[in-house]
């Protein structure tokens, strides 16, 4: 069956970098894409961009532009999110999606990573 | 960028009622590409309808997607205990991917 497993919580200090797993398996890692999505406390969803993992081709959110960078490992079915020069409101569960090269609802979700950013 | 509006912020019904929840988007929606996530507290988004209309697999006939353009509704029918949660509607159409605000049914 299709999973996907997140990293662990993590608590940063404002201006350092965090950096997201979301390990793959199931299915066969370089037919697909992952999204990323945040979801800050109490609050709405939000698209962060997604990377294909057939050619590690990638679309940011551009709010996000210049502080965030996804990759992948082809190797290792593993997907990963960097985000640089946190800030308290980057406060968030962070998830992973598996998405398809053609549009589609993301239906398999990872469990969720939170971030906390406080000093 | 499309902004979705999800109208009303919150449902308070009791179980058995019919929920009426709609998502208007800011300017069409590229090829029906609208979805519904139902969201629990601690859980990630669970697919509902894709398509505007097309359940996901296992997705109980009581939810029901519509709509077309800019105005969308989520439909249930009669409201089991366990639908009590927040709803989402999701275009994927267009870049940037955007997300209503959500709309929590919540018992009344």
């Known amino acids: 069956q299709v999973q996907l497993v997140q990293s662990g919580a993590e608590v940063k200090k404002p201006g350092a970098s965090v950096k997201v797993s979301c390990k793959a398996s199931?299915?066969?890692?370089?037919?697909?894409?992952i999204s990323w999505v945040r979801q800050a406390p109490g609050q709405g969803l939000e698209w962060m961009g997604w990377i294909s993992a057939n050619n590690g081709n990638t679309n940011y959110a551009q709010k996000l532009q210049g502080r965030v960078t996804m990759t992948t490992d082809t190797s290792t079915s593993t997907a990963y999110m960097e985000l640089r020069s946190l800030r308290s409101d980057d406060t968030a569960v962070y998830y992973c999606a598996r998405v398809t090269l053609a549009p589609a609802a993301p239906v398999y979700w990872g469990q969720g990573t939170l971030v906390t950013v406080s000093s | 960028e499309i902004v979705l509006t999800q109208s009303p912020g919150t449902l308070s019904l009791s179980p058995g009622e019919r929920a009426t929840l709609s998502c208007r988007a800011s300017?069409?929606?590229?090829?029906?590409?609208l979805a519904w996530y139902q969201q629990k507290p601690g859980q990630a988004p669970r697919l509902l309808i894709y398509g505007v209309s097309s359940r996901a697999t296992g997705i109980p006939d009581r939810f029901s997607g519509s709509g077309s353009g800019t105005d969308f509704t989520l439909t249930i029918s009669r409201l089991e205990p366990e639908d009590f949660a927040v709803y989402y509607c999701h275009q994927y159409g267009s870049s940037p991917r955007t997300f209503g605000q959500g709309t929590k049914v919540e018992i009344k």
């Open positions: 300017q069409s929606v590229s090829s029906s590409y």
């Open positions: 199931g299915y066969t890692y370089t037919s697909y894409g």
